[in-house]
């Protein structure tokens, strides 16, 4: 068993973690606002599309770990973890990209009721108007 390996691959899969907690981080700022634009259905469409692929990155990684060392059952909390968190959120994308907009004023992303959407830096935020 090479450590320096194990050490490199317990990277990526910390990496893989945080690319997980992102994209959870951005569903709840979503799950906050009471309605969705096109726009943001449609970022939300891109940015689930590229997530989908991190659970076959994560499993192949997984394994490789699992292989190196000497006890893969202690890995085994972690594919379990991994694997519950991914599954919620691939749920909750799903969910939020069934959710149509309900108003035919939606057009060109923009939004009804009482929110705006603020673009900056490429992220896309819900803002309440009061």
Request: hydrophobic share 30%; aromatic share 8%.
């Amino acid at each position: 068993m090479s450590d320096e390996k194990v050490e490199k691959l317990l990277k990526r899969r910390s990496c893989m973690k945080s690319k997980l907690t992102i994209f959870g981080n951005y569903l709840h700022m979503l799950q906050s606002c009471s309605e969705l634009s096109s726009l943001q259905l449609l970022d939300l469409e891109s940015r689930f599309h590229k997530f989908d692929s991190l659970y076959v990155d994560f499993d192949k990684l997984q394994s490789d770990v699992e292989m190196l060392v000497e006890d893969p059952a202690d890995e085994g909390e972690e594919r379990e973890q991994f694997e519950n968190q991914y599954y919620k959120l691939v749920a909750t994308a799903r969910s939020l990209l069934g959710a149509r907009p309900q108003s035919s004023g939606l057009q060109d992303g923009s939004v009804t009721g009482d929110e705006d959407v603020q673009v900056s830096d490429g992220n896309i935020t819900c803002l309440q108007r009061f």
